[in-house]
Nanobody, 121 residues
């Protein structure tokens, strides 16, 4: 069984920084991508950033330059460095992984339970 566990969310003042971490565990054969999404109250879940198995990154246009995604392939972890945080960054941040459990199997989408990031003005 695959688990994604996020950590690092907390209350921070505007202009501050946070680093989110996500640890993937379980019987994982390979990753297609890992990434972060967020969902603010009353809003749809949206892409923040993702990184593929070969290191290609993709960011929400509005977040480029402030957020940086990285991963540790050995530890099966993905990180999100968030700088110059704004109140509108307040949301639950979810870790996502698209991965295969066996050689040749279809990649499956997995989600963590989320970590709350609150940015005060």
């Amino acid at each position: 069984q695959v688990q994604l566990v996020e950590s690092g969310g907390e209350l921070v003042q505007a202009g501050g920084s946070l680093r989110l971490s996500c640890a993937a565990s379980g019987s994982i054969f390979s990753f297609k991508s890992m990434g972060w999404y967020r969902q603010a109250p009353g809003e749809q879940r949206e892409l923040v950033a993702l990184i593929t198995s070969v290191g290609t990154t993709n960011y929400a246009d509005s977040l480029k330059g402030r957020f940086t995604i990285s991963r540790d392939n050995v530890k099966n972890m993905v990180y999100l460095q968030m700088n110059s945080l704004k109140p509108e960054d307040t949301a639950v941040y979810y870790c996502n992984a698209v991965l295969s459990l066996n050689s040749g199997s279809t990649a499956i989408n997995y989600w963590g339970r989320g970590t709350q990031v609150t940015v005060s003005s």
